[in-house]
């Protein structure tokens, strides 16, 4: 992004305009707080749902990622001198994405979840690894890993369940209503904030662009397991 000022340092960033700066600590409040919410509503609870050995082990891997991308970008976010309170979700407050907000009670919802809900993620992440402010660009270059096991680990998990007798129509239920849910993550088509990060070369794509971009990742996805996508109206975000 050769027309870009790049931010190499926390110096650099600190000597930089009021507009950038404020932009790029609500990114990283943003996912401080919902790194932590996943891991405190999902992955931790989804420890003793887990059917057996093999697959609690591997949800607590999850777990600790989780729990480590929100440390991260806490770490980040008080070195930017932000306030610790602002980056720790209120879980009697409304969730920070609607995902957030649904109610799982089982192992399969859960692996539906983060089949569907991890893509979006990396999806997000992807669009900071060229981020003008390279300590949060070195963020999500470490981040990006794990969040694809997290997706592979739901499609894997969720591909099991779907060899099962009643397996594939239990989990069509479960994408036909948790899917739906997902697309707003990326936020509105018209976003200030969004044009304020492109401007700067903090974000590259639009929130539209993103939102499209998962759902045909979403839909070839579910292809493979032989599944569908609910029809959504995508104008409507």
Request: glycine share 6%; aromatic share 10%.
């Amino acid at each position: 992004m050769p027309d870009i000022k790049q931010f190499t340092t926390l110096e650099d960033w600190r000597t930089g305009p009021e507009e950038y700066k404020v932009a790029c600590r609500k990114i990283v409040i943003s996912h401080a707080i919902n790194e932590l919410y996943g891991s405190q509503v999902y992955d931790e609870p989804a420890i003793a749902m887990a059917p057996d050995p093999y697959a609690k082990w591997q949800v607590c891997r999850v777990v600790m990622e989780e729990y480590g991308h929100h440390y991260r970008f806490f770490e980040l976010g008080r070195e930017m001198g932000i306030e610790e309170s602002q980056m720790l979700p209120d879980l009697t407050e409304k969730s920070p994405l609607t995902i957030m907000s649904y109610n799982m009670k089982t192992w399969e919802e859960f692996c539906v979840i983060k089949m569907l809900g991890d893509l979006a993620e990396i999806i997000l992440v992807e669009d900071l690894v060229q981020c003008s402010f390279h300590p949060l660009r070195n963020l999500a270059r470490m981040t990006m890993p794990e969040e694809h096991f997290h997706a592979e680990f739901g499609e894997n998990f969720t591909a099991d369940i779907c060899e099962r007798e009643g397996g594939k129509e239990l989990i069509q239920g479960y994408v036909d209503v948790i899917f739906p849910i997902i697309p707003s993550m990326f936020g509105k088509s018209e976003s200030k904030n969004n044009e304020i990060y492109r401007k700067w070369g903090i974000k590259k794509c639009t929130n539209e662009n993103m939102r499209a971009e998962y759902v045909k990742r979403a839909e070839t996805v579910v292809t493979k397991l032989g599944l569908t996508l609910p029809d959504i109206n995508l104008n409507t975000y």
